[in-house]
C-alpha cells in the first residue's frame, strides 16, 4: 500500500518545474529526499510514520559498471538525510589471524583426508569433475566452500570491473555531510571462525550446488542481475543463479548467523521509524526480500510499506 509521499514522489520523478532553482535555499522536505533517492535507480522501499521516512535501500553486492544507476543521487539523499544505517564488517583481532593460521586446514581441506566423492552423489561429483577439466583445477581435497568461493570470484568471475557497494555510497556521503551513521552490532571474528570450522562439509553441498549452477551458466548472468536490479525486478534478481548462491553460502545460510542477521536488521528499522525525520538505511537486498526476510517480518508487525513488489 502506497500513501501520499510515495504517490507524489513517483510523479516528482517525471516533473521538473522550470522555477526548480529558484527554491534552492528552502528546507530540503522529507519528500525531497526520497524523490532524490528514487532518482539513483537503486530498488528501495519507504516506511512513513507520523514522526518522518525510513528509506530502505536493496543492496546487491558488485553491481557492474555496465549497470546503469545513478549513485550521485544516492549521495544527495544521503547528505540531506538524518541519520543513515549501513551494515557492519565482522570483527576480527589479531588473535582471530592466528586461529585461522593454526587451523586453517579445517577451513580449505575437507576433515580426516576426505575426498569430494565421500560426501557428493556421482551427479554431483560429475558434474565438479566437469568445472574442474574446464579450468584444468582440482577441487577434490578442497573443503566444499573454498571451492564455491573460488568457483564464484575466480572462475565466474563476478566481482570484477564493477562500481562502489550502496553501503560504500551512503558511508562516504554521510562521513562528508557529518550525518550520524548507525551499523548492526558486528560478530565477533572468533565466533564466526568457530561457527565455520564446526559445520560439517555435507552443510555447505547446497552452497557448491549453487555455486556450479552459476558458473555454469555463464558470465551473462552478471549483466543479467545487474540489469534486473536497476528495473526493480527483485523476484528476477533474487531468482538469479548468482544471487541464489550468494545466498546460499556462508554465512548467509547459516541458520543461526542468518537469523541474527535479520533480527538485528529489524530492529534497527524499527528504532529509525520512530525517529524524527528521514532515516536511509542500506540492506543486503537478500535479507531484504527472501521469503521471511526482513520486509515480511516488518509488514507482519503491521507498516505500511511502500515500493516494488519483492515477492
Not at 514522489?9 to 533517492?37: F, G, H, K, Y
Not at 565482522?90 to 592466528?98: L, Y
Request: hydrophobic content about 45%; aromatic content about 8%; some cysteine.
Amino acid at each position: 500500500m502506497k500513501t501520499g509521499i510515495f504517490t507524489l514522489a513517483a510523479l516528482a520523478i517525471w516533473a521538473v518545474p522550470a522555477t526548480a532553482q529558484d527554491t534552492s535555499a528552502a528546507p530540503t522536505t522529507q519528500n525531497q529526499i526520497v524523490v532524490t533517492a528514487q532518482r539513483s535507480g537503486a530498488p528501495m522501499w519507504f516506511i512513513e510514520t507520523e514522526t518522518g521516512t525510513v528509506i530502505l535501500v536493496g543492496e546487491i553486492r558488485a553491481v557492474p559498471k555496465s549497470t546503469p544507476w545513478q549513485p550521485d543521487r544516492l549521495e544527495e539523499a544521503t547528505a540531506e538525510a538524518d541519520r543513515a544505517i549501513i551494515r557492519a564488517r565482522p570483527k576480527f583481532s589479531p588473535g582471530d589471524v592466528f586461529r585461522l593460521i593454526f587451523r586453517g586446514g579445517r577451513f580449505t581441506r575437507l576433515p580426516d583426508k576426505g575426498v569430494a566423492a565421500d560426501y557428493l552423489t556421482i551427479e554431483q561429483r560429475a558434474r565438479l569433475a566437469a568445472l574442474e577439466e574446464e579450468y584444468d583445477i582440482d577441487y577434490d581435497r578442497r573443503s566444499f566452500l573454498m571451492t564455491s568461493f573460488d568457483l564464484l570470484a575466480r572462475r565466474l568471475d563476478f566481482d570484477d570491473d564493477t562500481t562502489d557497494d550502496a553501503t560504500d555510497i551512503v558511508r562516504k556521503a554521510a562521513d562528508k555531510a557529518d550525518v550520524p551513521i548507525t551499523r548492526p552490532e558486528r560478530f565477533r571474528g572468533e565466533d564466526l571462525l568457530d561457527d565455520l570450522a564446526e559445520a560439517d562439509p555435507r552443510e555447505h553441498i547446497p552452497c557448491l550446488e549453487a555455486a556450479m549452477a552459476a558458473t555454469e551458466a555463464g558470465q551473462s548472468i552478471i549483466e543479467a542481475r545487474g540489469n534486473d536490479w536497476r528495473k526493480f525486478d527483485v523476484p528476477a534478481v533474487m531468482a538469479n543463479p548468482l544471487e541464489v548462491a550468494l545466498g546460499r553460502c556462508w554465512p548467509w545460510a547459516d541458520a543461526e548467523v542468518g537469523e541474527e542477521i535479520r533480527a538485528q536488521w529489524v530492529g534497527l528499522i524499527e528504532e529509525a521509524a520512530v525517529e524524527e525525520g528521514t532515516s536511509v538505511a542500506v540492506v543486503p537486498l537478500r535479507v531484504l526480500a527472501e521469503e521471511g526476510g526482513v520486509l515480511d517480518e516488518l509488514e507482519g508487525r503491521g507498516f505500511a510499506i511502500g515500493g516494488p513488489t519483492w515477492r
